[in-house]
């Protein structure tokens, strides 16, 4: 016999086995998913954990979604429609613009992917606020493109003086988060108008705005109505939050058509799902329903952060509790971070930490929201 066989390594083989993957992935963060309220319960002896990490709406499906889930899935043997044709027309109906404009994807933040993957070449450049969504710099790493990260303001806010400078002849996508997760901070129609006015007319800015729904501020705009007319702007919308399919994974964009048609070119085939398009389709039909969730939502919003303002005094080197204006609150605790969320979970509260930085607490039931402000309450005396 002649040749190598499976047990003659070749010479690369030598030093140890071979690398499958790539060597810069190693200093990438995982995305941290919220840690399950059932294992905590089991782990603590507890009847039940209450999980307030991932920033779920909590008042279950919307009227109508579970039956047409339901239905949907008796056809799972066949494909669902890869155009998602009824689901982008329901879409513009609902917000007012042409079908062409529109895509979908698994979640906003599957889109926010695909613009990078639309736009970026290696060694293209992203630019975002820091500390912004944790999935920023996952996706632009494993698109190729260099991030960009622009430190917050003290107010834990995007600066977008700062984010402006950023931009180079590389830069090919600007990531705003509005409401920033996870701060909860916004961006007024002044700033934001000033921002855009100074970025290049060839630079993608993508307006994530997955908790649009939860915005009272009425200086925040709604980009849609805003900027959507603007040949470099667009739009990110999801249905996980305030729409309650977070376990269907949708989300919608808005763009000028060529950038629609060309996210639909890198998307994954049939990604937005046969059961996906049927709850969304039946979610869209409630939104009257959805008005009065976020309204509760938003007054707990509203009542939890007055009581940490309170009760748990932030660390002064962060300052206090911001404003928020989505469905979660952002206790800038910095190095008390950690062992806060740890002490939460000690007590059957799942809360969200970032290291050195702060703790996301994501706007629950009344009664859940009171069960942590009891647990802060617990920590601030001992502390």
């Known amino acids: 016999m002649t040749g190598p066989t499976s047990s003659t390594p070749g010479p690369e083989r030598r030093a140890g086995a071979p690398r499958l993957t790539r060597a810069d992935l190693d200093a990438l963060p995982n995305y941290v998913p919220g840690r399950s309220p059932a294992d905590l319960a089991r782990e603590l002896g507890l009847p039940e954990a209450i999980k307030l990490a991932s920033n779920e709406v909590p008042y279950g499906p919307l009227p109508g979604v579970v039956e047409a889930v339901a239905e949907a899935v008796a056809g799972v043997h066949r494909y669902p429609d890869m155009g998602v044709l009824a689901l982008r027309a329901a879409l513009a109906e609902r917000y007012g613009v042409a079908a062409d404009r529109i895509a979908t994807g698994c979640g906003s933040v599957a889109l926010a992917e695909h613009l990078v993957r639309a736009t970026c070449l290696p060694g293209d450049e992203v630019v975002y606020s820091w500390r912004s969504f944790e999935a920023y710099p996952i996706i632009a790493a494993t698109s190729g493109a260099t991030?960009?990260?622009?430190?917050?303001?003290?107010?834990?806010?995007?600066?977008?003086?700062?984010?402006?400078?950023?931009?180079?002849?590389?830069?090919?996508?600007?990531?705003?988060?509005?409401?920033?997760n996870p701060t909860g901070t916004s961006l007024r129609r002044a700033e934001l108008d000033r921002f855009l006015a100074a970025v290049p007319d060839d630079v993608l800015v993508v307006l994530d705005e997955a908790y649009r729904e939860f915005v009272t501020d009425p200086e925040v705009p709604d980009g849609l109505a805003a900027y959507g007319d603007r040949p470099n702007v667009v739009v990110l919308r999801t249905l996980s939050k305030a729409w309650g399919l977070a376990g269907l994974r949708i989300?919608?964009?808005?763009?000028?058509?060529?950038?629609?048609?060309?996210?639909?070119?890198?998307?994954?085939?049939?990604?937005?799902?046969?059961?996906?398009?049927?709850?969304a389709l039946a979610a869209l039909a409630?939104?009257?329903?959805?008005?009065?969730?976020?309204?509760?939502?938003?007054?707990?919003?509203?009542?939890?952060?007055?009581?940490?303002?309170?009760?748990?005094?932030?660390?002064?080197?962060?300052?206090?509790?911001?404003?928020?204006?989505?469905?979660?609150?952002?206790?800038?605790?910095?190095?008390?971070?950690?062992?806060?969320?740890?002490?939460?979970?000690?007590?059957?509260?799942?809360?969200?930490?970032?290291?050195?930085?702060?703790?996301?607490v994501t706007i629950g039931t009344p009664a859940e929201n009171d069960a942590f402000l009891a647990v802060a309450d617990q920590l601030t005396n001992q502390s």
């Open 147 to 180: 991030s960009v990260r622009v430190p917050n303001t003290a107010g834990h806010g995007h600066d977008l003086t700062a984010m402006a400078a950023a931009v180079t002849d590389r830069t090919r996508l600007i990531l705003v988060c509005n409401p920033n």
């Open 251 to 279: 989300g919608f964009l808005v763009g000028q058509p060529e950038v629609a048609a060309a996210v639909r070119k890198v998307v994954t085939p049939f990604s937005t799902s046969l059961a996906a398009q049927a709850g």
């Open 286 to 360: 409630q939104a009257d329903e959805v008005h009065r969730r976020c309204a509760l939502v938003i007054a707990e919003r509203d009542r939890v952060t007055e009581a940490l303002r309170k009760r748990l005094p932030a660390d002064p080197a962060g300052g206090g509790v911001p404003e928020s204006q989505a469905n979660f609150v952002w206790l800038p605790l910095r190095d008390r971070s950690v062992p806060f969320a740890q002490d939460c979970e000690a007590r059957g509260i799942i809360v969200r930490p970032f290291a050195g930085e702060g703790v996301r």
